[in-house]
């Protein structure tokens, strides 16, 4: 089946600095991505979709200035989580879509921000 | 606003019974249902999915029922396992704007005792 790799699967920043986390389809173009954000106990909550070469579309309350997205080829899409907050800690999960409805899920990447 | 959940309700069965979680989805529109299983501290991964079209599905011990005249949803696992521990999702499909995108459930967490 597709395949869908995050890199790095843990982070711990300090407050104030930024953080990026990839997200790769490994044997698909994924023509869409998608990146979600989970806290404990909770929902995956979708941020923002972003279509290759195009600038991503934020959810509501999502600070696309904060979260800043860019997918500039179809295997690779990246999460800027910029001056990191300890608020923003939580577990960052992408997807990628090809062209087809199924999402294909990456294993997530766990934020801790100090 | 999007469906995210304070807490997450826990369905705890007997090993080799037979377990039912349930989920009401919140857009009449919503043309293709999907059923998640996420494990402590990773990805969601895909068990079972329905288009609006059908009202069942069956896989290997899994089936779906879709009642879309309540919105409701849900999901049988036949002779629950130990291994079928783990957080169960269901997410609708919506269109919004130009791409679709997935909604998730709050979340039922599945406790197989053995």
């Known amino acids: 089946g597709a395949v869908v790799s995050q890199h790095p699967s843990r982070v711990i920043c300090k407050s104030g600095t930024s953080v990026k986390i990839e997200c790769r389809s490994l044997?698909?173009?994924?023509?869409?991505m998608f990146w979600y954000r989970q806290f404990p106990k909770q929902s995956l909550m979708l941020m923002a979709t972003s279509n290759e070469g195009s600038k991503a579309t934020y959810e509501q309350g999502v600070e696309k200035d904060k979260f800043l997205i860019n997918h500039a080829s179809l295997t690779l899409s990246t999460l800027t989580v910029t001056s990191a907050h300890p608020e923003d800690s939580s577990f960052y999960i992408c997807?990628?879509?090809?062209?087809?409805?199924?999402?294909?899920f990456g294993p997530g990447t766990r934020l801790t921000v100090t | 606003g999007e469906s995210v959940g304070l807490h997450l309700p826990t369905l705890s069965v007997q090993e080799g019974d037979n377990s039912i979680i349930n989920c009401a989805y919140s857009n009449s529109a919503s043309d293709y249902f999907i059923w998640y299983k996420q494990e402590s501290g990773k990805g969601p991964q895909f068990i079972i999915d329905?288009?609006?079209?059908?009202d069942k599905r069956q896989g290997q011990r899994v089936t779906v029922l879709l009642n879309k005249t309540v919105k409701h949803l849900s999901l049988q696992i036949a002779a629950t396992q130990p291994g079928d521990s783990a957080v169960y999702f269901c997410?609708?499909?919506?269109?919004?704007?130009?791409?679709?995108?997935?909604?998730f459930g709050t979340g039922t967490l599945l406790a197989v005792q053995p």
């Open positions: 997410a609708e499909n919506i269109k919004g704007g130009a791409t679709n995108k997935l909604i």
């Open positions: 329905i288009r609006s079209n059908m």
């Open positions: 044997d698909f173009q994924a023509t869409t």
């Open positions: 997807s990628a879509r090809g062209y087809s409805y199924e999402q294909y």
